[in-house]
């Protein structure tokens, strides 16, 4: 049964060739078509023999010579073509080049912008403000802690001359009330003594 459906598979396969091959016409060789080789192969073949040389037909030969400047017109217009395209690819490659070298300077530009920061007007990279910064928060630190140290330093220094202007005020007050009870004694002496010398006047 396998073969016979095998051998009836190969039978319709051939028959299909054969009646391709016969719906397509086979074209013989002439000047009218095919390529230059076929063309020059043929036109060797029909032409005559004289000796050790080909004899070629006027017509031919001038058929023959048409058609190869027809298919080097045509190798010539495709070139000529081909050049155009290959002239605008090349414009089209250096557009794209001189566009490439713009979004490059841009990016670097971009780049720089953000690992940059403007301070006064000036720009700078973003390590060397960040160093910046740490230096102005480190001499701050300094200039705080120096402050603090001259405060206490002030403060205890104003609390000892305090001090000592209140013991400067006790004491002087310790002596202006002597004084005054010098004063006071001295003004009863004199008193006392004015009052014997009235009496020893009498």
Known sequence: M????????????????ALAQESEPEQKPSLDHGTIQS???????VSTTYQEYKVI???SFHKFKNN????LNVAYKNMANADKEISGQKKSINALQTELDQLKKDLDLVNREKNSI??????????AY??????IVFI???LAVGAFLLFKRSNKVTR???AELEALQEEFEQHRKRALKREQELAVKYHNEINKLKQNLI
């Open 2 to 17: 396998k073969r016979v459906s095998t051998l009836f598979s190969l039978l319709i396969l051939v028959l299909a060739t």
């Open 39 to 45: 063309q020059f192969d043929y036109l060797m073949k």
């Open 57 to 59: 037909k006027i017509e």
């Open 68 to 71: 190869i400047s027809d298919s």
């Open 118 to 127: 403007a301070l006064l007007g000036m720009g700078m990279s973003k390590s």
């Open 130 to 135: 960040k160093s910046l910064m740490w230096a």
């Open 140 to 142: 701050l630190l300094i």
């Open 160 to 162: 000892s001359t305090k």
